[in-house]
């Protein structure tokens, strides 16, 4: 008997036969990624994880946008500044475990993206096989026009699909980059009408449930094991890199200057 499938209070979680689909579901919060929410997506890849009969996953949003990004006016994320060092450390985990427990599974995991996919939701996606935007949607990371490295463990994973060059004019300016383009520099692999994502995702989702199973992850784990032989030599300071640009000044200006709605004035402290 298939265990009972867990429910969530900041996403859902449905399973049909052997495909999977899990929808962001924080709706007056544009699905920003709360700390909570970043539990939840972990909690529910290591439940697939052990699901052996789950050949593919759909990760989805909304209708009219993916995620918002990290939620800056979470009281959970909004508390770190005054933590100990060493707490804060440990919570800055939260991110880049998230997208790790992604990239882990050995399913086939498939990303429908409607509308904007912002930071922590590009991140998120990077950690994924295959990523389908309706056309009008777009993608941005906006961590260092606010004062913050780009961390998550996603840079490695961004430079393979797009290159150095790309990777840094997309990283660097924090510009959206719309789904056209995105196609055209591989950051996803399909564009399709508005509306149309998770529709696609679903017929792919089919498409890999029709393969045998164990080579079906085999080849997965082999060709990502391939693809990401150096990402964690890259990445292991990452999470230091973010916490020591948080704590400069820039950052709180950023931060304040986002939420309150005018531009930021650097001063490189």
């Known amino acids: 008997m ?6 969530f209070d900041c996403l859902t979680l449905t ?9 962001l579901d924080r709706p007056d919060h544009r699905n920003a990624l709360s700390v909570q929410l970043l539990r939840e997506l972990k909690q ?3 439940f697939l994880s052990g699901e052996v009969r789950i050949a593919a996953i759909i990760l989805r949003g909304s209708d009219r946008y993916f995620s918002a990004g990290a ?4 009281p959970e994320m909004r508390a770190r500044p005054t933590m100990p060092l060493l707490e804060r450390r440990e919570a800055l985990k939260a991110g880049p475990d998230m997208c790790d427990a ?18 922590g939701g590009v991140a998120l996606a990077l950690a994924c096989d295959l990523r389908i935007i309706g056309e009008s949607g777009s993608l941005r990371l906006p961590e260092i026009p606010l004062g913050m490295n780009m961390s998550w463990h996603a840079l490695p994973r961004l430079v393979a699909l797009v290159g150095a060059a790309r990777a840094k004019q997309f990283t660097l300016f924090g510009e959206a980059l719309e789904a056209e383009d995105a196609l055209n520099w591989g950051l996803v692999e399909e564009v399709v009408p508005d509306g149309g994502a998770y529709l696609r995702a679903k017929q792919w989702a089919a498409k890999a449930a029709d393969l045998p199973p164990i080579p079906l992850r085999m080849s997965k ?23 020591l640009s948080s704590l400069s000044e820039d ?5 304040d200057a986002f939420l309150e709605k005018r531009k930021p004035e650097f001063k490189g402290k």
């Open 44 to 46: 529910v890849a290591e």
């Open 221 to 243: 784990e082999a060709i990502n094991r391939a693809a990401a032989a150096l990402h964690a030599t890259a990445t292991f300071m990452d999470r230091d890199q973010f916490l």
């Open 2 to 7: 298939s265990p009972k499938v867990p429910t």
């Open 71 to 74: 939620d800056l006016r979470d």
């Open 102 to 119: 992604w990239e882990a599974l050995e399913a086939y995991t498939i990303v429908a993206i409607e509308g904007y996919c912002i930071g």
């Open 251 to 255: 950052a709180a200006e950023a931060v």
């Open 15 to 23: 399973i049909e036969g052997t495909i999977a689909t899990v929808t």
